[in-house]
C-alpha cells in the first residue's frame, strides 16, 4: 500500500496537549509524510523543533499568517529560522475576510517579501488564500513570480479560477482539505475534477477543517486518509494509485530528495 501524505498540518501545543500523540497515530497508521506548518514567529520556532522530533516523516515549512502579519519586518525575522531543514515558506498570503486583518496593501507588500525570500532560496511557497483571488492572480501574473513554485493550501475557489491558475504557471499546485467532503462545497469539488492529479496536494489543515464522517470533533493528521479518499473518488482512481500520483507530486515540489538520505 502506498502511503498517505498531509501536506499542511498544524499538530502544536496550541491546538493539541500532546502534538506527538496525533503525530504517531499518523504514522502508525499508514500517513508517511506530514508538512507541519508555522503561522507566526513562535509557532515557526516551535515547528522545526518538533520535526527534529520525526526526520524521517516530518518536513518543516515555516511562515506568518496574513490575518496577523501586521509588520513586513517579520519576513526577516522568518529568515533567520531558514536552515537546510526547511522546505517552504508558509503559510503566507492574503486573507481579506475579516476588517481587522492587516490592510489590503500591507498584505500584499508581506507576500510579496515572503515570496522574494522563498525565491532566492529556492523553495516553494505555501500560500493561504481567501476572499483575495483576483489579487492572488493579479500578483502571481507578475514576470517576477511567475514560474515560482506555489501551493494554496484549503483551496477553496472554483474550477473557473483554478484553469486560469493552471494556465498561468506549470508550477502552481493546489491542496484540498476536509472541505471538500461537505455537503456545500460544491465549487471545490468542481475545481478537483478540472485540476489534473498531477497538480494535486491533499492536507488536513488539522485541528481545522475536520472531514466527513469525523466532521464536529478535532481533526487530526490521520484523517488525510478521508480527503485523500474522497478526492480519489472524483479523480475516478483507487487511493493506492492516487497516493503514488501525490506522493510523486511532493516529491517533485518539494524537491524531496534533497531533504531525505
Known amino acids: ?35 507541519i506548518v508555522g503561522t507566526s514567529i513562535e509557532d515557526s520556532k516551535e515547528v522545526k523543533e518538533i520535526c527534529k522530533k520525526f526526520p ?10 496574513p490575518s496577523i502579519s501586521f509588520n513586513p519586518d517579520d519576513v526577516d525575522q522568518i529568515e ?16 481579506f475576510y475579516y476588517d481587522n486583518n492587516p490592510k489590503k496593501e500591507l498584505q500584499i ?11 532566492s532560496k529556492n523553495i516553494p511557497t505555501m500560500i493561504h ?16 513570480f511567475k514560474n515560482h513554485r506555489i501551493v494554496f493550501h484549503t483551496y477553496s475557489g472554483n474550477a473557473f479560477w483554478a484553469k486560469k491558475f493552471l494556465d498561468l504557471n506549470p508550477n502552481i499546485y493546489f491542496s484540498f482539505s476536509g472541505v471538500a467532503t461537505f455537503k456545500n462545497a460544491k465549487d471545490t469539488v468542481e475545481a478537483i ?31 488525510v486518509k478521508e480527503v485523500a479518499k ?12 492516487f ?12 524537491n524531496l530528495s534533497k531533504y531525505v538520505s
Not at 6 to 19: A, M, N, Q, R, S
Not at 243 to 254: L, S
Open 230 to 241: 474522497f478526492v480519489a473518488s472524483l479523480k475516478k482512481l483507487n487511493v493506492e494509485n
Open 80 to 95: 533567520k529560522l531558514l536552515d537546510k531543514s526547511v522546505v517552504g515558506i508558509g503559510e503566507v498570503g492574503l486573507d
Open 109 to 119: 507588500e508581506t507576500l510579496k517579501r515572503f515570496l522574494r525570500l522563498s525565491i
Open 129 to 144: 488564500m481567501r476572499n483575495s483571488i483576483e489579487d492572488m492572480y493579479e500578483i502571481f501574473s507578475q514576470k517576477e
Open 243 to 254: 497516493n503514488i500520483k501525490v506522493n510523486e507530486n511532493i516529491e517533485r515540489f518539494f
Open 1 to 35: 500500500m502506498k502511503k498517505y501524505s498531509d501536506v499542511h498540518t498544524h499538530p502544536l501545543k496550541e491546538f493539541y496537549e500532546d502534538g506527538e500523540i496525533v503525530i504517531k497515530e499518523a504514522i502508525e497508521n499508514d500517513v508517511e509524510k506530514l508538512f
Open 193 to 223: 475534477k478540472e485540476i489534473p492529479v498531477e497538480r494535486i496536494f491533499v492536507e488536513t489543515d488539522a485541528p481545522f477543517l475536520t472531514p466527513v464522517p469525523y466532521r464536529g470533533t478535532k481533526n487530526k493528521p490521520v484523517y
Open 56 to 65: 524521517e516523516n516530518l518536513f518543516p515549512i515555516i511562515g506568518i499568517h
